[in-house]
């Protein structure tokens, strides 16, 4: 068996980083809403960890925290204007439009807000 050598992820691939901020973001939202916790940094590294590996790719440990940290600005700024009811709507609405086949204003309009808290 010949196992694949994992890729680290191009500094330049900011789509893939920005998709892993929104993920993150629809997870945190949906642990919050369904359990009333909020992800630490250190799990929403691990599950950056274990997404890219799904892929054969990876990034280092810093880049990982720091696409957490930017996803846990989000999520709470999120949450902080929300109703319960508009919380868990929203957070099935990301958790939805992780599929490719479903498309989402709301997931279009989080999309271009991680990408903007990623860029800043």
């Known amino acids: 068996m010949i196992l694949k050598k994992t890729e680290h ?8 980083r920005v998709a892993l901020v929104y993920a993150l973001v629809a997870e ?10 909020w992800p630490t ?11 890219l590996a799904r892929s054969q790719r990876s990034l280092a440990l810093p880049e990982r ?5 930017v996803s846990d600005g989000l999520a709470r700024g ?6 319960r009811e508009a919380g868990l709507h929203t957070a099935h ?14 997931g279009a309009a989080i999309m271009v807000e991680c990408e903007r808290a990623l860029d800043s």
Do not use: F
């Open 9 to 16: 992820l191009p500094a330049g691939d900011k789509g893939t």
């Open 28 to 37: 945190r939202l949906g642990i919050y809403y369904e359990h009333g916790q």
């Open 41 to 51: 940094v250190a799990q929403g590294a691990a599950l950056c960890a274990e997404w």
């Open 65 to 69: 925290q720091h696409l957490s940290e």
């Open 78 to 83: 999120i949450a902080a204007g929300l109703s």
């Open 93 to 106: 609405e990301l958790s939805e439009s992780l599929s490719v086949n479903y498309s989402s204003e709301v």
